[in-house]
């Protein structure tokens, strides 16, 4: 059955109660006191909306609830239950202090809060973009860096040469062999894999694109937004 994109998932939920756990003055939080910092994070709609029918409660809160009856946090050893609350443990300290620069920098390039808190989980391998990588560690760089080679091998031809997804500018047209390959890889949407072996950088490369200076620049020129590369097109004509 395919996962509907629109609805929240238990995984989706991971970070933000990390977070919440970090930031709450109090000594942990039961699963009522994170429904409503959850629901103002995540912004749930449309079926999570729905009352349960196995609960007097709307589908969002059931899940939520059910981080404690399945033991997620437990299992990924980021957080213990002790009946009552949760607390977060060092390894789960740990992961919000990692992600914390790569959250930043999807924020720096207009992506919404909402989708990044649902991109970046903690069991997974982070990708931020080239030119918003000075708030992450080093680790994510070179994670980053090794995606964007795998996309620059991906997309480039035979003789080397990459055309821009936005425009169909090519370096060396315009600026010989020095301008072979002047090229940016822009992220659609944050990225987040289960690691970095070649079938993890297989897909993660499907969410990305080449494309020239001057139009990523186009793309991340309103702050809060990402251009779609559809009205990209539409721009330059392509």
């Given at each position: 059955?395919t ?35 959850l629901?103002?994070?995540l912004?749930?709609a449309g079926?999570?909306l ?18 404690k ?21 060092a ?6 202090n ?13 992506f ?17 973009e080239e030119?918003h990588?000075?708030?992450?560690s ?7 860096q ?10 480039s031809?035979?003789d ?15 600026y ?21 072996s070649?079938?993890?950088l297989?897909?993660a490369?499907?969410?990305v ?23 990209l097109?539409?721009l330059?004509g392509k």
């Amino acid at each position: 059955m395919t996962k509907d994109p629109t609805r929240v998932s238990e995984g989706d939920l991971v970070m933000p109660t990390l977070e919440a756990l970090v930031n709450s003055k109090a000594i942990g939080l039961s699963t009522s006191e994170l429904v409503p910092i959850l629901r103002e994070v995540l912004k749930p709609a449309g079926k999570d909306l729905e009352i349960s029918p196995h609960r007097n409660d709307d589908y969002f809160s059931e899940k939520v609830r059910n981080l404690k009856s399945h033991k997620k946090l437990e299992k990924m050893g980021v957080a213990t239950f002790d009946g009552t609350r949760y607390q977060i443990t060092a390894k789960g300290k740990k992961f919000v202090n990692d992600v914390q620069g790569a959250r930043e920098s999807y924020k720096e390039q207009g992506f919404k809060k909402a989708l990044i808190n649902r991109s970046i989980k903690p069991e997974k391998t982070v990708f931020v973009e080239e030119g918003h990588q000075r708030v992450v560690s080093k680790v994510i760089r070179a994670r980053s860096q090794k995606l964007r080679d795998f996309a620059l091998k991906t997309y480039s031809k035979a003789d080397d040469t990459i055309d821009c997804r936005g425009c169909g500018f090519e370096g060396s047209n315009v600026y010989g062999n020095t301008g072979k390959g002047l090229i940016e890889i822009h992220h659609k949407k944050p990225i987040s894999t289960s690691g970095v072996s070649k079938i993890d950088l297989r897909k993660a490369v499907k969410n990305v694109v080449p494309l020239c200076p001057n139009c990523h620049r186009l793309v991340h020129r309103k702050s809060g937004e990402v251009m779609e590369l559809g009205e990209l097109k539409k721009l330059t004509g392509k």
